[in-house]
């Protein structure tokens, strides 16, 4: 025998379950109860930056939408500051870098409003492209799934960037950038996330 | 500002994998390709924060923050109760806990919730609230009912409520499910065992806590919640290079 280690076990996790929505946005299970909802508003009105809308679906393993998804969003700002202690710099008045949606209960359709994101330290010097953080709970997901969006047209910050290098297999790479269009002179992100199958999205182990 | 360090590696074995046939849907919703493991940068130690002006103070009691004026939902009347810590035993403070039931027949006020049981008029149905400083968080509320689902031709949820803690990077995002001491639908139910070990199962089940009771008005459990530690920095492996 040996001495015990006496860390804790992390709590397992579960499924957040077909009605996610009304402990996380009851607005959307169709009841009215707190006076502020959280999540709604990322960036705030102060912050500086490329005004975005991402939107996008998240598909099964037999390529059907999945209608009763929430995902939540945690990014840097313009500068690439995240609004926390342990991130160097400051951020404006009312970023909160911290976003929550759920998709549209018909079509599965998700999208939300923010700023681009800057780059970020990453780690032994290097630098991390634009992206912003993603994580994805749903009925039939038994621990949440971490990804990263990436934007297509920062190729150069994309090439250099160590997470995306970390990927063996170049042609999954893409299932990490997002499309960018311009509808009607809103800049528009898509990032469709295949939960499995063929373009399967890359999921992190962070 | 001390050295950002990583969480702990989330041990993989003791929560449950994507793909669990038993549990139907998660199928054709699980990742066929492994997790890529990524090594923490300030991207996953850092996280939203959350103050008392996100919520009102009656946001954790369930048995007032959806009643009529004078009435209050039916069923038993329960303190959840408990302590946020990280796995080195140190407790989580200022940290969003948030918490979502069905009422004392096993419904849920949802749209999509067609179970017969019926809508209980004075019960919502959620409720979140802060850590304080010592990372103890608590709720009023009523015990959930069990309810039937659709996965089995007859498979009923034990008694849970559905719980989810932030802590103060994004890489502790968690969120699971808390049973009842005594329940024995816990040992039958397809989503429970969705996870691997018996010892993981007993760490969702809240005791009975007589101490916290309140006599003659509720009933109290106790669930403790564990979210992932970080190293020391004894011997730095520094994130942002020297
Ligand atoms: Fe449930």
Known sequence: MVQKLDYLKETPSQTAGPYVHIGLAPGAAGFDIYERELGWDIAGPNATGERIRVEGLVIDGTGSPVKDVLLEAWQANAEGVYPHPESAGETEEGFRGWGRVITNFETGEWAFETIKPGSTPGRNGTTQAPHINLWIVARGINIGLNTRLYFEDETEANAADPVINTIEWEKRRATLLAKRSDKDGQIVYRFDIRLQGENETVFFDI | ?242
């Open chain 2, 1 to 242: 500002m001390s050295t950002p360090a990583e969480y702990y590696q989330r041990d993989r074995e003791w929560h449950p994998p994507a793909y669990t046939h038993d549990y139907k849907t998660s199928v054709a919703r699980s990742p066929q390709y492994s997790l890529i493991s990524l090594e923490n940068t300030v991207s996953e130690i850092t996280g939203p924060r959350f103050g008392h002006g996100d919520i009102d103070p009656i946001d954790n009691d369930l048995i007032l923050n959806y009643a009529q004026p004078g009435q209050s939902p039916i069923g038993e009347r329960i303190i959840l109760h408990g302590r946020v810590l990280d796995e080195n035993g140190r407790p989580v403070p200022n940290t969003l806990v948030e918490a979502w039931q069905a009422n004392a027949g096993g419904r849920y006020r949802h749209k999509k919730d067609t179970y017969l049981a019926p809508i209980d008029p004075n019960f919502g149905g959620c409720g979140r609230t802060l850590t304080d400083e010592n990372g103890y968080y608590f709720f009023r509320t009523v015990k959930p009912g069990a309810y039937p689902w659709r996965n089995w031709v007859n498979n009923w949820r034990p008694a849970h409520v559905h719980m989810s803690i932030f802590g103060s990077g994004f890489a502790q995002r968690l969120i699971t499910q808390c049973y009842f001491e005594g329940d024995p639908l816990i040992a039958k139910c397809p989503i429970v065992k969705t996870i691997p070990s018996q010892a993981a199962i007993d760490s969702l089940v809240a005791a009975l806590d007589l101490n916290a009771t309140i006599p003659l008005d509720t009933i109290a459990y106790k669930f403790d919640i564990v979210l992932r530690g970080r190293r020391s920095t004894l011997f730095e492996n520094r994130l942002e290079g020297n």
